[in-house]
């Protein structure tokens, strides 16, 4: 008998937890909601979120200006290797070592331009 009663005061307890916990809930999606149309209305009127993918844009063409002198610093040294060993007759080596010059050469390009960023 006294465990019944135990639980329903705890049933009782918890249901009027559970409201208060329902309403505070209710009160934190209303202020976030304002907080929400608060700053579309600002991102409209400064466009900020524009500059945001202005930004993002940038850096994705940098990227690509780097990786593509790397590849460009490779596929220039191996050329060169390739037409010195079928010039010279001297199969892998030119290749081999023009391909490590280029790929130094494309090393050393990144590392510059990314200095000047």
Wanted: charged fraction near 25%; hydrophobic fraction near 45%.
């Amino acid at each position: 008998m006294a465990k019944d009663t135990d639980d329903k005061a705890n049933g009782n307890k918890t249901s009027s937890d559970e409201a208060a916990l329902s309403a505070r809930l209710g009160s934190l999606d209303q202020r976030l909601s304002k907080i929400r149309d608060n700053r579309k209305v600002e991102t409209d009127q400064s466009g900020t979120e524009n500059g945001d993918s202005a930004a993002r844009a940038s850096a994705m063409a940098r990227g690509f200006q780097l990786s593509s002198e790397l590849i460009a610093g490779v596929v220039v040294g191996a050329a060169i290797g390739w037409g010195f060993d079928k010039l010279l007759s001297t199969s892998p080596f030119g290749l081999i070592v023009f391909f490590l010059l280029g790929f130094v050469a494309g090393v050393v390009n990144v590392v510059r331009s990314a200095r000047r960023a």
